[in-house]
């Protein structure tokens, strides 16, 4: 099994102090380990756990700092981590769900782990067809 892992999987991963953590955590921790899960991200979700690391510190944390923040939180996941190339146009034609610009990444992430024969790991619930963490 793979999962895409979602801009706001990896934040509330990251920081101790987002209302999501412990959950995100406890179901990282769980999966850790298993043979043949496989935790994916690529370029957007990357790139977006820097964008937040940075608003929600009111800049107060360097982009670089953000960056070494979560190149540790994908190396703690060892050879179970993977980077997936995103290789997916926006052209491609989209889910009939996607009618407003807010929804635009939701779905070309969902539809890059789909071609990938991944499920794409989230906290939105909106997102049809993702995988919503849930956790007890």
Known sequence: MKYLLDVNVLVAWGWADHAEHRRT??????????PGIKLLTSAIPELGFV???????????????AAVT????????????EFLADDLASTEKWPAWCGAASRTTDAHLQTLAAKHGASLLTLDAAIPGALLLTFP
């Not at 955590?25 to 298993?34: C, D, E, L, N, P």
């Not at 964008?51 to 700092?65: E, H, I, M, N």
């Not at 979560?70 to 981590?81: K, T």
Request: aromatic share 2%; net charge positive; charged share 10%.
């Open 70 to 81: 979560l190149a540790g939180m994908l190396a703690s996941l060892g050879s179970q981590h």
């Open 25 to 34: 955590a406890s179901w990282i921790a769980a999966i850790k380990g298993r």
């Open 51 to 65: 964008r937040v690391s940075v608003q929600r510190t009111g800049g107060q944390l360097p982009v670089s700092a």
